[in-house]
């Protein structure tokens, strides 16, 4: 495949420790309801998977925010669950509900007969990373995504999103084993995953271990992060001459931030409870760091949100060191956007950081 | 007022680094729904706010699970919305839902209308706090409790649980001002209603800051930890010539840690996710520790419960110190027990904490 040349290398070169001009945003689901033109194509497909599901649709929303906002990076339109649900789980996203398979894994039985999907099942969303690659014409890089083994797991045993995550973790300390069996599964479907990602055109990939950190000190490691290794350790570094750097973020993950800089990701992402000045000096000079802005940031009025957006490339500091050398930072929320935020609020905010951010080279 | 001596002071020489025979474990939300005797409790009472108003119900419930387990704290039964129920905002607890403010505060009148509650409106707390001292009759020592400053904040504005506390951040970025003004107010509110609690016969009083962790680095500094502290230091920290320890548990503040080992308590609570030995390390000089097993844990089978209470244990590490002095640890769960708890799980925790914690000393 030929895809034309990158542009704008902002994104890719922060993710790798290498100056820019400015500190390079892109903000998790910047493809969402928040956005009105978003809801329209949505309302055309039928329904989220169908969206998801149709290469014109994927291809159409993912490229919505960049219509609006110079943002620095697309990242795929899909779901984190489209790889349980090649494994034959049955997801399905109930009206004004969130995310449900048919067939959650909870027994001996169901645990054995899991196994890493024919990655054929899942074409349609290698068919639009090559689409939205296509469409992107070089203005920005295309990030691919996946769910953590661990956080497939979560859905794939509760068998929908959980307050308490009481089915999963009474198998994961009543039945080490079988947990043990579906994190190795998930991870080698992962790793094909994100792998088949990139063939297609990805120019970087994001493991999403959203729910890493409602796992105990210790668990965390043996249940989640082990398996996310794996997956970055089975990954391909390099496509067509140019480094695919890989993104690791754990939600809540904060207390174990110098255990995840050492699992071989190129960037770290952050959510909003860490301090990323403390977290450069700990982990900087080996990873770059990526967000990690309070969403509900987003609600207060546009000078607000331009403040706080200053005060997180503020709290990173100059990203080149007295010694000349460069840390990276990639600018971005520490989760997914809310759907009820005033899209001209998300103006402010990309402006302010370019804005701020040269001021700060 | 005349209590009975204490014959086990276990919990309350841990929370002052004193030597201990056993490390001492209470849990929290240990009179709760998991009980069948508790359901039958508030079957009599007809709804949880009859259970708390009611000192007899109260009283009754609380010791409920000293019958069963030889804990090693009392902690009194009430709800954390208590203060702002006071303040006229009408607190009221749906079938099968969360609890609700009839009066939500979200503008700058209702803001301004707030004020520090007359604490004859709390009678019936304190008088339980007298009748459960009482039935005690120093089996083990009585703890006190209140929401934090910023933890009632939240469900004052948001007027109920929320997902995504957008109301309250939204409030705290766009109009600072008005939330400061809440927050200070809920300060004086909590201050004085713990000191009506210590006067009334709490041995030692804690404050859930059960929402910290969702806010941001600095935001929650000065949101949430300076109004905590605020607290501690209006606390009157002796009682009838005893020390009356301050425990001080923000859910999600191990990011913060030593910020708040640093606000005057005795105690930090920890949740799962932090290490223990660490956590030790870097604050067990200054502050004991309380916590920290993942009340998941407890629907893994018995031999799984004792397992990981041990690892527990083992993670904070002997007590004493190679220089003699001892730190202080307080074994509990990282978060409020699930009504779906087997009774006898408990039962294996409780006596493996004890066990294997003589064999660390």
């Known amino acids: 495949m030929m895809f034309a040349p990158l542009q704008n290398d902002s994104f890719l070169r922060a993710c790798l420790r290498e100056p820019t001009p400015h500190t390079p945003v892109w903000l998790m689901r910047q493809a969402g309801r928040y956005l009105p033109e978003y809801c329209a194509t949505r309302a055309k497909a039928g329904s989220f998977m169908g969206l998801a599901t149709n290469v014109d649709f994927a291809t159409e929303v993912t490229l919505q925010p960049l219509e609006r906002y110079p943002l620095d990076a697309a990242i795929l339109f899909s779901d984190i669950l489209t790889v349980p649900d090649a494994m034959g789980l049955g997801l399905s996203f109930a009206q004004g509900e969130g995310p449900r398979f048919a067939h959650p894994v909870r027994d001996e039985a169901a645990v054995a007969a899991l196994e890493v999907p024919d990655m054929e099942r899942l074409r349609y969303v290698f068919d639009a990373v090559t689409s939205i690659r296509r469409a992107l014409a070089g203005r920005v890089p295309l990030i691919g995504f996946s769910g953590s083994p661990w956080t497939l797991a979560c859905y794939m045993v509760e068998g929908a999103g959980s307050d308490d995550y009481r089915l999963v973790k009474s198998m994961l300390y009543g039945r080490p084993d079988l947990m043990h069996r579906i994190l190795d599964v998930n991870a080698r479907a992962v790793a094909a995953y994100l792998n088949a990602q990139i063939d297609a055109g990805?120019?970087?990939?994001?493991?999403?271990?959203?729910?890493?950190?409602?796992?105990?000190?210790?668990?965390?490691?043996?249940?989640?992060?082990?398996?996310?290794?794996?997956?970055?350790?089975?990954?391909?570094?390099?496509?067509?001459?140019?480094?695919?750097?890989?993104?690791?973020?754990?939600?809540?993950?904060?207390?174990?931030?110098?255990?995840?800089?050492?699992?071989?990701?190129?960037?770290?992402?952050?959510?909003?409870?860490?301090?990323?000045?403390?977290?450069?000096?700990?982990?900087?000079?080996?990873?770059?760091?990526?967000?990690?802005?309070?969403?509900?940031?987003?609600?207060?009025?546009?000078?607000?949100?331009?403040?706080?957006?200053?005060?997180?490339?503020?709290?990173?500091?100059?990203?080149?060191?007295?010694?000349?050398?460069?840390?990276?930072?990639?600018?971005?929320?520490?989760?997914?956007?809310?759907?009820?935020?005033?899209?001209?609020?998300?103006?402010?905010?990309?402006?302010?950081?370019?804005?701020?951010?040269?001021?700060?080279?």
Do not use: C
């Open 202 to 361: 990805a120019q970087a990939v994001m493991v999403f271990d959203s729910w890493g950190g409602v796992l105990a000190d210790g668990a965390f490691q043996r249940f989640s992060l082990r398996y996310t290794q794996q997956v970055v350790g089975a990954l391909q570094r390099h496509k067509d001459g140019q480094r695919v750097p890989v993104i690791v973020f754990t939600k809540g993950g904060g207390p174990w931030l110098e255990e995840i800089a050492a699992i071989g990701a190129d960037v770290v992402g952050l959510d909003w409870t860490v301090n990323l000045g403390r977290a450069r000096a700990a982990v900087g000079d080996r990873v770059a760091l990526q967000g990690n802005l309070d969403p509900n940031v987003l609600f207060a009025p546009p000078e607000a949100v331009a403040r706080e957006g200053a005060a997180v490339l503020d709290s990173f500091g100059r990203p080149q060191r007295p010694d000349g050398r460069w840390d990276g930072h990639i600018f971005n929320l520490g989760h997914g956007i809310s759907q009820f935020t005033p899209p001209e609020h998300v103006s402010a905010l990309v402006e302010a950081v370019h804005r701020h951010s040269k001021t700060l080279r």
